[in-house]
């Protein structure tokens, strides 16, 4: 079993005030604190942690966008305020009888918190304001919060599980999704965390052979954000690189049927019972223009813009030309690359190129990113861009809004920008140069090989028949 003290430098400096790198003798069993354990308990304080720093704005019940100091108190949440913006306190069904710009699981658990917000506001205090409609409302937005921190934690350990089991002598890769900063600043931001975690299962159920377990978790996580469907591309890769390839691609068409069959019956009813309701969360991502956190709004700001009119077509050849890189870095590699390089590598591709680049975006990569590239070095560099975009996103939009002065220039704004892209580059450029020289690949040397009469499982439990990561070292 990989010992982060041992396995990792950076962690093994680290723990010198603890007492040093474990050393030949340490227990791996027995102990009732498991690497899982460890893990789920660190989240658990990392998720409140996250939850505490949000507490200016629950305050104030995040009551009024134009108001600086939502932003510049660093606790800025989508959640409350589409409470009250989407119709969501009263009576109406999101689709039906109002709008959402959401995909249609991610509605569904918007739907359900919501009428669970109103009942548990009902029970601690029914008419809060003497009866003021805007101060209930306030009210049940910010029960409509707790509910969803609630969900989207339970979501997050569910993705630490996920994580830890995924590559069975590495359990302790849980815990760097645990203990991530961006799952502190962003966890409560948006529903993001629902698709993040059917995503890091899909991948376990991928190692594990559960090729309709698979095409299911994958269909609901484009039910919930669309880029879940992203992953049908590495895994296609992965089983052309597979020997043989025959019961591989079999394989990848029982997934790819179940995800389509799936996300199909997600969608169909509403789809079919309020079609113009449905169609909005299409119509209203076709519309964007770029905005904050993208490469293409930073070259905005500095004047060297994509026209309006040709940004979807240019971003969407920017897509496309990334994964035409991916798909030839797998299928020119030296050794089959691992499906968490290549699911990493896609989504980083389409987060890199999309219109917008929202903060809680970095959760639908860190689960990816830790079973790529399992480093402490690696993944802090990472996330301290992500941090420092985090902290001056608001302080940007605050200057927008209403501040009586403008906290980050246009010119500073963008060199931020930058530097988050850089950070996430950093990254994709490590796991590229991973698939090209695997011996620099942290988990090859932990993988899994169990012989059996019909086939030899390697990599991150993957099996051969379908891809395995090949590691002969």
Not at 36 to 46: F, K, T
Not at 189 to 217: K, M, S
Not at 429 to 434: L, M, N, S, T
Request: hydrophobic share 55%; proline share 7%.
């Amino acid at each position: 079993m990989a010992l982060p003290t041992r396995d990792d430098p950076v962690a093994a400096a680290s723990s010198e005030w603890l007492g040093g790198p474990a050393g030949v003798r340490v227990a791996t069993s027995g102990s009732w604190w498991t690497p899982v354990r460890v893990a789920l308990a660190v989240a658990c304080v990392v998720l409140a942690l996250g939850v505490l720093a949000d507490a200016p704005c629950r305050a104030t019940g995040w009551a009024d966008r134009s108001d600086p100091t939502l932003w510049t108190a660093q606790c800025y949440s989508d959640v409350p305020l589409l409470y009250r913006e989407r119709g969501l306190a009263g009576s109406d069904l999101v689709y039906r009888d109002t709008a959402l710009e959401y995909p249609v699981l991610t509605g569904a658990v918007v739907q359900v918190s919501a009428w669970v917000a109103r009942a548990a506001q009902w029970v601690v205090d029914p008419d809060p304001g003497g009866g003021d409609a805007q101060t209930l409302a306030i009210a049940e937005s910010v029960r409509f919060y707790e509910v969803s921190a609630l969900l989207m934690g339970v979501a997050a350990l569910v993705m630490v599980v996920a994580t830890a089991r995924t590559v069975r002598r590495r359990p302790w890769d849980g815990l760097l999704v645990a203990a991530a900063p961006v799952l502190l600043l962003t966890s409560t931001i948006n529903w993001d965390l629902l698709p993040a975690a059917l995503t890091a299962v899909a991948v376990l159920a991928w190692t594990r052979e559960r090729a309709a377990v698979v095409g299911v978790l994958l269909g609901l996580g484009a039910a919930a954000k669309l880029y879940p469907a992203l992953l049908l591309l590495p895994l296609l890769l992965v089983c052309l690189r597979a020997r043989p390839r025959g019961p591989a691609l079999t394989r990848w068409t029982v997934t790819t049927a179940t995800t389509a069959a799936t996300w199909a019956a997600v969608n169909l009813p509403v789809a079919l019972l309020a079609p113009d309701g449905w169609g909005l969360f299409w119509t209203f991502n076709a519309d964007r223009d770029a905005e904050f956190g993208s490469p293409w709004f930073a070259l905005d700001l500095v004047g060297g813009g994509v026209p309006a009119d040709r940004l979807d077509l240019v971003a969407a050849s920017a897509v496309v030309a990334g994964l035409l890189l991916v798909a030839g870095l797998a299928l020119l590699a030296p050794h089959p690359p691992r499906l968490a390089q290549l699911a990493f590598l896609t989504v980083a591709v389409f987060v890199l190129a999309n219109k917008v680049w929202s903060p809680q975006y970095a959760l639908w990569l860190l689960p990816l990113a830790v079973l790529a590239r399992p480093r402490w070095r690696d993944l802090l560099i990472w996330q301290a861009a992500e941090a420092a975009h985090f902290v001056v996103v608001w302080l940007f939009i605050a200057g927008r809004v209403g501040a009586t002065e403008r906290l980050v220039t246009d010119a500073g704004y963008a060199t931020v920008v930058a530097l988050r892209a850089a950070g996430l580059v950093w990254l994709v450029a490590v796991v590229v140069r991973d698939v090209l020289r695997p011996e620099h690949d942290p988990v090859r040397p932990y993988q899994d090989i169990v012989a059996a009469p019909h086939r030899v499982r390697e990599g991150v439990g993957e099996p051969a028949t379908v891809g395995g990561a090949g590691a002969r070292a």
